[in-house]
């Protein structure tokens, strides 16, 4: 039979989950992926993600050899335990030893972001460039960074959370506690935060519906509305600071951006990378090449293909 790796992305409101068999060559359109709402109940979804695999695998006529996850953090990979989570709620959750004892089989888990950027080096927009930054923009903000094929966890599973680089200490809230992060400014719970404080519940004069969404607030920032425009300035701002910074510290090839805002929001990306390269020395500046993710929504469970794929065959990253 068919050895088959097991792929999982589980975000803050939905999860992917699809089968891809080895060796992994590449990532084509018509590869079959189930979508549900992420559960809040992490059981649950556990539950839900075997039950996706399982079925797949058989539908694939293959053999489960391993799963991969990606997944917001922070994490303990060397345990697959998930230790805080705060878009789901989930604490010192044993993701990867669930999944293992369910299915039988060797998972690894790691940072969503991360995940998201060794999909997108091997198999993606970045396929061909080393270094490759991953930005990804949807519900929250987060990075990864592959350097010669191997992904960059950092001393302290840190490297990459420029989300959480502070743009302004008097700014918003931020779900990791600090005020004026990068997230909180331009990520889409950040901007759906922004537009309950600047518009609350009211409507328009004309009786329209105020923004509630990240979506909401561009459309009413290219329709003109004041209030709208400074918000999505400011998420540009806060973005271009996340850009210049991997810019500056790793000078990657290219900066791939995905995530669900990142895809959606193609002007306020190339407003971000345009004030970015003025925050950067000119030599970065010259260099800095800022494109969309290859895969679309799936560079995270592409990602996590690739890493189960690794965990069958040496190569690690």
Same mark, same amino acid.
């Given at each position: 039979?068919?050895?088959?790796?097991?792929?999982?992305?589980?975000?803050?409101?939905?999860?992917?989950?699809? @089968? $891809?068999?080895? *060796? /992994?060559?590449?990532?084509?359109?018509?590869?079959?992926?189930?979508?549900? $709402?992420?559960?809040?109940?992490?059981?649950?979804?556990?539950?839900?993600?075997?039950?996706?695999?399982?079925?797949?695998?058989? #539908?694939?006529?293959?053999?489960?050899?391993?799963?991969? +996850?990606?997944?917001?953090?922070?994490?303990?990979?060397?345990?697959?335990?998930?230790?805080?989570?705060?878009?789901? &709620?989930?604490? #010192?959750?044993?993701?990867? *030893?669930?999944?293992?004892?369910?299915?039988?089989?060797?998972?690894?888990?790691?940072?969503? $972001?991360?995940?998201?950027?060794?999909?997108?080096?091997?198999?993606?927009?970045?396929?061909?460039?080393?270094?490759?930054?991953?930005?990804?923009?949807?519900?929250? /903000?987060? %990075?990864? @960074?592959?350097?010669?094929?191997?992904?960059?966890?950092?001393?302290? #599973?840190?490297? &990459?959370?420029?989300?959480?680089?502070?743009?302004?200490?008097?700014? *918003?809230?931020?779900?990791?506690?600090?005020?004026?992060? @990068?997230?909180?400014?331009?990520?889409?719970?950040?901007?759906?935060?922004?537009?309950?404080?600047?518009?609350?519940?009211?409507?328009?004069? &004309?009786?329209?519906?105020?923004?509630? %969404?990240?979506?909401?607030?561009?459309?009413?920032?290219?329709?003109?509305?004041?209030?709208?425009?400074?918000?999505?300035?400011?998420?540009?701002?806060?973005?271009?600071?996340?850009?210049?910074?991997?810019?500056?510290?790793? #000078?990657?090839?290219?900066?791939?951006?995905?995530?669900?805002?990142?895809?959606?929001?193609?002007?306020?990306?190339?407003?971000?990378?345009?004030?970015?390269?003025?925050? +950067?020395?000119?030599?970065?500046?010259?260099?800095?090449?800022?494109? %969309?993710?290859?895969?679309?929504?799936?560079?995270?469970? $592409? &990602?996590?293909?690739?890493?189960?794929?690794?965990?069958?065959?040496?190569? %690690? *990253?």
């Amino acid at each position: 039979m068919t050895p088959l790796v097991g792929a999982v992305d589980i975000g803050a409101s939905k999860t992917l989950v699809t @089968v $891809a068999a080895l *060796p /992994i060559a590449d990532w084509p359109l018509h590869r079959q992926v189930v979508r549900f $709402a992420t559960p809040r109940d992490a059981a649950e979804c556990v539950g839900r993600v075997c039950r996706a695999v399982t079925g797949l695998a058989g #539908d694939a006529t293959g053999r489960l050899v391993a799963v991969g +996850c990606g997944m917001p953090g922070p994490l303990d990979r060397e345990r697959g335990v998930v230790i805080h989570s705060p878009n789901q &709620g989930w604490r #010192d959750v044993p993701i990867g *030893p669930w999944l293992a004892e369910r299915l039988g089989i060797p998972v690894v888990i790691d940072d969503d $972001a991360r995940t998201g950027a060794i999909g997108e080096a091997v198999l993606g927009a970045g396929a061909g460039s080393d270094p490759v930054a991953y930005l990804t923009i949807g519900s929250g /903000i987060g %990075s990864g @960074v592959v350097l010669g094929g191997r992904l960059l966890h950092g001393a302290h #599973d840190l490297a &990459g959370e420029v989300g959480h680089l502070v743009a302004d200490r008097q700014g *918003p809230r931020c779900s990791c506690g600090n005020r004026g992060c @990068v997230e909180a400014y331009a990520s889409g719970r950040g901007l759906e935060r922004r537009a309950r404080l600047t518009w609350g519940d009211a409507t328009t004069a &004309g009786g329209r519906r105020t923004p509630r %969404s990240a979506a909401d607030v561009f459309r009413a920032a290219l329709l003109g509305d004041p209030d709208a425009r400074r918000l999505a300035d400011e998420a540009a701002q806060a973005l271009a600071l996340a850009l210049a910074s991997l810019a500056a510290t790793v #000078d990657p090839e290219v900066i791939v951006v995905g995530g669900s805002v990142g895809l959606a929001q193609r002007r306020l990306v190339r407003r971000a990378a345009t004030l970015a390269r003025g925050r +950067c020395m000119w030599e970065s500046a010259e260099h800095l090449r800022v494109m %969309s993710a290859g895969l679309g929504a799936e560079s995270v469970v $592409a &990602g996590a293909a690739v890493l189960a794929g690794y965990l069958i065959a040496p190569g %690690s *990253p």
